[in-house]
């Protein structure tokens, strides 16, 4: 694939910049039996949706790179529904899906995919962090983009052949610190995308999602990094 210019924005997203939750998970964390979910739509093509879960509408309009906050659900079985905002009733959902929450994990569930082909990722997300380190892992969500080394610039790789949908480990790096991020073609040193520079701070925990269309279709590919939640083990 010929790589010309790519528009890279690192958007930072702490967990409070988008309040979409019906309620907090912070304030609910401490009680027992319950899970958390942050819902993310990564699709590129996709329309703003409504998100419900277990038939209650729980997130009415979450649009495209938006993350919600942890909703807190009891653990167990669950069924999320996720719609056009403006889908009316009867209408047939975009996604639907069974989830299974064991109690005190988080998941994150993502839309990914072009409007043709989306469905739902869900991931466990990491719950302790070191004091002095920061965690970031990289999820491949831009659906033309191939497989992709994620590296320090010019340097060390972090995560390597990375194609759509794939994960990578949580990688610990000492903190707080400025990462110079590039994505690389698969394998090989050739830059396709030199991200800005990513500040990291310490008992700190990162996902970073790339997002959008590398081929010249828009929008464009660029990193999206939210913020998990993380409980600080000394």
Known sequence: ???????????????????????SAQ??????????????HASPDAPAVK??????????????????????????HHTIEIYPTDALAGA???????????????VSAAAIGELAKIRLQVVDDELASTANMAKVRFVHASPDTNA???????????ASNLGFSD??????????????????????DKALVAFPTVSVDPATIYSVY????????????EALIFTDKAVVTP
């Open 1 to 23: 694939m010929l790589w010309k210019k790519w528009v890279s924005r690192l958007c930072l997203m702490a967990l409070g910049a988008f309040v979409l939750s019906a309620g």
């Open 51 to 76: 998100v419900f879960i277990d038939g209650k509408n729980l997130l009415p309009n979450v649009v495209y790179k938006q993350a919600s906050n942890y909703l807190p659900l009891a653990a167990g």
């Open 167 to 188: 994960v990578s480990s949580y990688i610990e790096v000492g903190a707080p610190a400025q990462l110079n991020v590039e994505m690389r073609q698969a394998g090989t």
């Open 210 to 221: 790339v997002v959008g269309y590398s081929g010249g279709k828009k929008p464009g590919v």
């Open 27 to 40: 304030a609910a964390e401490g009680v027992s039996g319950q899970a958390f979910v942050r819902v993310i």
């Open 148 to 158: 992709v080394d994620v590296a320090l610039a010019g340097s060390t790789v972090l």
């Open 92 to 106: 047939t959902p975009l996604i639907k899906q069974n989830l299974t929450l064991q109690a005190g994990k988080k």
